[in-house]
């Protein structure tokens, strides 16, 4: 008799939100419904621009191009220059991808790596950074300064400013460090800068920035993502930009894999890339949101650790964070136990600023 081989993916751990079920139902037992601030997902609607832009392009029955058509990758490279100061970046060093979720999962996949090889990741981190690497095989180790790192020779190093679930900005002397200590060891630095353009009380610089790399974009790949400053996170828009090499590399592969971004998300991501008015509107209902949830969570004697910008609030009660998950949820608000990015969390919870006002009002007068 035959038997069916069960797949377990390069040993994957629990699916984090599988464990705030109990917590979960607790808030949605509030009378006044959940204040869910769990999850960073976009609330706020797609601006007209962008929809319009989509539904222009929904008559598109040919497959789309994996490299992006060059409308798309112009109106990034032009975006990163007019928001970011990036600088110095070809229209062929820029790669659409579906999501940058999607990207970062199979990133040491698509580079090559194996059991051979090490990805180094933040000590706090978006937990798919992980995933990846066991993904392909690869070993992990987390660490936030190089002398952790010793004599080792990764082959791939994670960057995150502003940090997930943090709100940390890394400074330009710790990114030139980074960046030059790869270098140095032949490694990559792929920077995950999906809240570059949501700064609150810091400037957090892009990996490509020429006070960073000196205008050389070899072994960088910077990562960015639509989802939050654009709303489009339904969309699975974003783009990796940085070495042509690399680029390149990349873009072999998914088109073996058929990774590609629908022609009609690539037109609604040229309309989100040229238009700074709706990113700055929705900048501002995030820095809102943001200044009354904060005051309400320290007058309920939390402390707020980093949160220097992104979309989260890094906070402690000086407790395990479950327990904190747990006396949160019994008054209908449902928060993200920092446990879920590493052991250095365990007495942190992620708050997240995307709910609409009415929620964070509504989390705002049960927190007095």
């Known amino acids: 008799m035959s038997t069916v081989r069960s797949v377990k993916s390069a040993a994957l751990p629990v699916f984090p939100w599988d464990t705030l079920a109990d917590a979960a139902a607790t808030a949605r037992a509030h009378p006044d ?25 929904s008559a598109s029955p040919g497959y789309p191009a994996t490299a992006g058509t060059a409308a798309l990758r112009l109106s990034a490279v032009a975006a990163l220059e007019r928001r970011y100061g990036v600088t110095g970046l070809a229209e062929s060093a820029v790669l659409p991808v579906i999501g940058t979720k999607e990207l970062i999962a199979w990133l040491p996949t698509l580079l090559g790596l194996g059991a051979a090889d090490t990805v180094v990741i933040p000590e706090l981190a978006y937990p798919t950074y992980d995933v990846g690497a066991r993904l392909a095989g690869a070993q992990v180790v987390a660490a936030d300064s190089l002398t952790q790192l010793g004599p080792q020779n990764p082959a791939l190093v994670y960057l995150n400013s502003p940090s997930n679930p943090t709100g940390r900005v890394l400074g330009v002397d710790h ?22 353009g949501l700064a609150w009380d810091a400037q957090p610089l892009s990996v490509l920035h020429p006070s960073v790399s000196d205008g050389d974009h070899t072994g960088l790949l910077a990562v960015h993502s639509l989802s939050k400053t654009s709303s489009l996170a339904g969309y699975r828009a974003g783009f990796v930009a940085g070495d042509p090499a690399l680029v390149r590399e990349l873009l072999e592969v998914r088109k073996h894999a058929g990774m590609i971004v629908p022609t009609p998300v690539q037109a609604a991501m040229v309309a989100a890339l040229d238009d700074d008015a709706h990113e700055a509107e929705q900048r501002d209902r995030y820095a809102r949101r943001r200044d009354v949830l904060a005051a309400a969570i320290r007058n309920a004697g939390f402390t707020i650790d980093h949160s220097e910008a992104g979309l989260y609030l890094w906070a402690t009660r000086g407790e395990p964070c479950r327990d904190t998950v747990a006396w949160l949820a019994e008054r209908g608000i449902l928060v993200a136990p920092g446990e879920f990015y590493g052991p250095a969390g365990a007495q942190h919870v992620r708050i997240a600023l995307t709910a609409t006002d009415e929620r964070i009002s509504a989390a705002v007068q049960r927190l007095g």
Do not use: N
């Open 33 to 57: 419904g959940i204040v869910d601030l769990s999850v960073g997902t976009p609330v706020d609607e797609v601006a007209p621009v962008i929809r319009d832009a989509l539904a222009a392009a």
């Open 175 to 196: 990114l030139r460090k980074v960046v030059g200590w790869a270098r140095e060891r032949g490694a990559i630095v792929a920077s995950d800068e999906c809240y570059l």
